[in-house]
């Protein structure tokens, strides 16, 4: 598959995923509508972090001449996710929480703000 259509995918799963992770932030918890907006979140972001993995590093340095250092929020969300789930499903909100808004502040926040560097293609875009 080639990068252009990994990058679209990866649009396609990431931008409602950051709609979604900002709607769960403002609604009550708890809710079936949180919960609903949760899960389809979870998801999107698993999948994106997935896609992101088959996708090469080409700003900055490279590991197996492949993943860069933005690839270590694929990860973290690979990792974060289910522990985040398992975490909830035992009634360990705190935890929940905490996981929940970590993934949200580095998986988006930070791995996002990477998206307009110099040299990536969301740079290019918006920039020239």
Known sequence: MSYTTLMYLHL?????????????????????????????????????????LFMPAFVGSRFLNHFGWIHLFSFLTIYTVPTAYIAIKKGEVKRHKFK???????????????????GRYMHSLLFG
């Open 100 to 118: 929940m808004i970590g993934l949200y502040v580095g998986a988006i926040l930070i791995a996002g703000t990477f998206t307009f560097m110099p």
């Open 12 to 52: 396609a799963t990431i931008l409602p995923a950051f709609v979604l992770g900002t709607v769960s932030f403002i609604f009550k918890k708890g809710t079936n509508t949180h919960k609903i907006i949760g899960r389809i979140y979870m998801l999107l972001m698993l999948i994106t972090a997935i896609i992101t």
